[in-house]
């Protein structure tokens, strides 16, 4: 879901604190929508290594939309001009995502007002193409999402385009490619280049992420069987509703996980929720608001919770009220009972990524999650998918019905204008 979100008020919204003891990180935001998981990866992991100031900065100070995930809109911290008025200095980092208009001119104008050789520009899968519209990618090597190759290439010929790596560095520019190899990979080689290897190093421990000790990988490529998805978005009559429960504290990467997979089956729609229209603030202070409330919500036919559900049993959890609240709504509204995003494995050690495509895997089928996997360049290496096998009916069956019954209606129609032409004569 896109769309414009509707107003919310900005009154009493604190911008975050400055600590000149630390490098600043701006990520951009554009008004007219930005790429969830481009955003909040890089957010989560230089926010996670205490060393940086991160802003989120966008053309105008207003409410505005994350480009997937169902329906959800941040709150940047600042507009370009109040970035200039409250910090008045070039950042360390500039992190570029995939905006919906990738010929802002606003944007571009700052990119190229803040860029020198003391400030590094990260790109993130198809950010490259705002990065790209600056300028300053002629006669450099620069990479992108492996789908987007192609396109690049010919809008911008004097870029040399490089696949096969997690992340590319050119200068003070590094360009990442696709969503998951890049925002993770592109950011965790960045903050080691900003912030040296022991910090990145400690990040990905801590996200259960293998550090990215070699830059090359093998870029998927379509293959036959990736018509799969194709047939589930044609003939997956039942896509399902997937409430996704968000509360304050959530973790930035373990949302995106979400809501940036399933929907790219086409089996499934995320519809993030609360309990009421507000901001939601994340671990890290994203401000963040859901379009969907308890009273505005679809029919919902599973509902995610992103916590982990044994913090519940303590008296203390700061939002054990509301999930409370949850509970009841669920059971009464739906009849149904919430699932927890930590339940959905039982090895602690697993990215929480890992988790959900296995997920994806039980509740639809493994090639699904195979092929949602590779676009979003993530690797499955170190992933054994259980799960069923690929339904023969949306192969078959669902398409030879499609088939004969138009058939039917085309001869019934047909025998109509005949008996209609021989009761005139």
Request: aromatic share 8%; glycine share 6%; charged share 20%.
């Amino acid at each position: 879901m896109h769309g414009n979100p509707e107003y919310f008020p900005l009154d009493g919204i604190n911008s975050p604190d400055y600590d000149p003891n630390k490098q600043t990180a701006v990520i951009l935001v554009s008004n007219g929508g930005t790429e969830t998981t481009d955003l909040l990866v890089p957010y989560e992991i230089f926010s996670a290594s205490n060393k940086f100031n991160v802003y989120t900065v966008a053309p105008k100070h207003q409410i505005s939309a994350l480009t997937n995930g169902g329906g959800i809109d941040i709150i940047p911290d600042f507009s370009l001009a109040e970035f200039e008025k409250t910090i008045g200095q070039n950042p360390d980092l500039i992190v570029i995502p995939a905006v919906h208009n990738s010929q802002d001119a606003e944007l571009i104008k700052w990119i190229n007002q803040h860029n020198d050789e003391k400030t590094t520009i990260l790109s993130i899968c198809e950010g490259v193409r705002l990065l790209a519209a600056t300028g300053l990618l002629e006669n450099r090597q620069a990479t992108t999402h492996w789908l987007a190759l192609g396109s690049l290439k010919k809008q911008y010929p004097n870029t040399n385009w490089v696949k096969d790596v997690k992340y590319l560095e050119d200068g003070n520019v590094v360009t990442s490619p696709g969503v998951i190899t890049g925002a993770i990979n592109g950011s965790l080689h960045t903050l080691e280049k900003l912030s040296g290897k022991d910090v990145a190093r400690e990040v990905a421990q801590n996200l259960n992420y293998p550090f990215p000790d070699s830059a090359t990988f093998e870029s998927p490529s379509l293959k036959f069987k990736d018509i799969a998805l194709l047939l589930t978005g044609a003939y997956g009559w039942h896509k399902q509703n997937i409430g996704v429960f968000l509360d304050d504290g959530i973790g930035e990467i373990d949302l995106t996980a979400v809501l940036d997979t399933y929907p790219r089956s086409l089996a499934a729609r995320t519809i993030p929720i609360t309990s009421e229209r507000k901001i939601i603030n994340s671990q890290y202070g994203l401000k963040l608001v859901p379009r969907f409330d308890f009273t505005t919500a679809a029919r919902l036919d599973r509902i995610l919770v992103l916590d982990n559900q044994s913090d519940l049993d303590l008296e203390t959890h700061l939002n054990l009220e509301s999930h409370l609240k949850l509970e009841n709504w669920a059971k009464n509204t739906y009849n149904l009972e919430s699932e927890y995003l930590s339940d959905f494995s039982k090895d602690s050690s697993k990215f929480v990524f890992d988790n959900v495509l296995q997920d994806l895997a039980q509740q639809e089928n493994k090639l699904l999650a195979e092929i949602v996997a590779k676009t979003v360049e993530y690797p499955l290496d170190s992933i054994n998918l259980e799960g069923k096998n690929f339904p023969i009916s949306l192969i078959l069956i669902k398409p030879l019905s499609i088939g004969l019954l138009s058939l039917a209606v085309i001869w019934a129609i047909s025998r109509f204008r005949r008996q209609t032409t021989v009761m005139g004569e």
